[in-house]
């Protein structure tokens, strides 16, 4: 029952966070050329980071539900009103949200924590990535006339987002770790563990 409200908690916290990001104007998205620079990435890389792949898709999906509910608002870069098709706007956050979780969960299986943390970012960076390109082609599929500029946008745009979500992702992480314990025991080191059954057992006496 802990769990389940912990959960419940945490959804609600990453949600609000989205919804602020989306709907707070240049926080989330923020105008560069053509098309924005998104930092909503970062709660949806963080919840599947703690919670696992179902909650990263989950996450994606609120993610892409607030990107295709702005797009009616608001029009601040000439690609907005094209992520009224759900195709573009929420498909791509949902492949996105799977993706990471499951990326992480691979990083999650090592055992040595040192490496863990330093691919932390490289696995950052490559979710970030691959963000931005299916999410790119979903946009030039339904709309062939941003194909000319695909390759300046990733080149730009696309690797700026990286690099941002690559430094701040780990940080944030690292200021969870007591939440990523508790959904991950696996990782928590041995030395912890010992203290956290010693004090169980000073507790008991």
Known sequence: MKNK???IALDALFIAVILILTFVPYIGF???GAVSITTITIPVFV???????????FYGLMFGLSSFTRSFMSYVTPADPLFQNPLVS???RVLFGLFVGLIYY???KIENEKKRKILIPVFTLIGSLFHSIVTLLALCIFNPTFWPYLLT??????????????ITVPLIIASLRPYVYKYNENLRPSVEVNQSKTEVV????
């Open 153 to 166: 946008i990733l080149g730009t745009n696309s690797i700026l987002e990286a690099v941002f979500a690559a």
């Open 47 to 57: 919840g599947a980071y703690i919670l696992g792949w179902k909650r990263g898709m």
């Open 5 to 7: 409200t912990r959960t």
């Open 90 to 92: 929420i498909l791509p």
């Open 106 to 108: 691979a990083l999650k």
């Open 30 to 32: 923020i105008p560069l």
């Open 202 to 205: 000073n507790e008991q006496k």
